[in-house]
């Protein structure tokens, strides 16, 4: 169909930067853009193509070298605060690292000051109810307004509906739904845990920086971190061709290279293996592997 961009890269849609490109493409930059997508899902329909929708800054790690069905790219950009109500609502394209920061330094507004430096959007966070330093998304999360594929109209999602559990929601285990805007009551910090850790600090000096999605496995608990596991079973640092998990952190899982994803497959596999053998626990990733 013609507006669809054909073998479009997307590599830079995976904060890895694997090689990657996608058969069929379309971004979504305006809200005009949304009323293509009943056309879109009856070409995939039609032909068979599954479809996957992603933001800026989403967590994926693609496992492919050309995917060979159709991405859809939310850019959707916009957001407002209002001072009176504590309310924010912002299109699901906007970086929460930059909300969070503008809010703090115009607005005198600190609750999401953790927010501050992490990578993403907010239909990032929302679809995996991201979090940090025990302030997840969910805590402050009123209503979504999304597109719903099945019925091709326009829904309201109440926090109930979305059905938040650590690292997920209803976005991302019913795959139904294309994530517009969200609004967001911003008066009352609610915490999982309390914590005073200054993440600008750590974000700056215990973080790595580039090719990375950020922490890569799930955390199995408060006691047992998976940085820590993988720390224990020698694997802090270790490479695996183009593949290693850094020596700041060792649940950063990075990527020095441009050669294949199946690097950084073998190293997930090999971290899985050891942390079972010695602990008996599994980790799971936190990050989305993205198959053909």
Known sequence: MDILL???DISQLSNFHTPATAQYYFEISSLEDISKLTEIYNFSEKNNLPVLIVWWGTNLLFAFDNYKWIVIQNSLKWWSYHQETSKLEAYS???????????????????????IGLPGSIGWAVFWNAGCFWLETENNFVSAKVWNIETQSIEILSKEDMEFTYRSSILKTSG??????????LSEKIEKYHSDVDNLDFRENKQPKWNTCGSFFKNPSKEYSAGRLIEEVGLKWFHHWWAFFSELHANFLMFDGKWSYTDLLELIEIAQEKVKKQFDIEITPEVRIIHN
């Open 93 to 115: 394209s906007e970086s929460i690292w930059d909300i969070a920061q503008i809010l703090e330094s115009d607005d005198g507004q600190d609750l999401w000051h953790r927010f």
């Open 176 to 185: 139904k739904y294309f994530l517009i805007s969200v609004i967001f009551d």
């Open 6 to 8: 054909k073998n479009h």
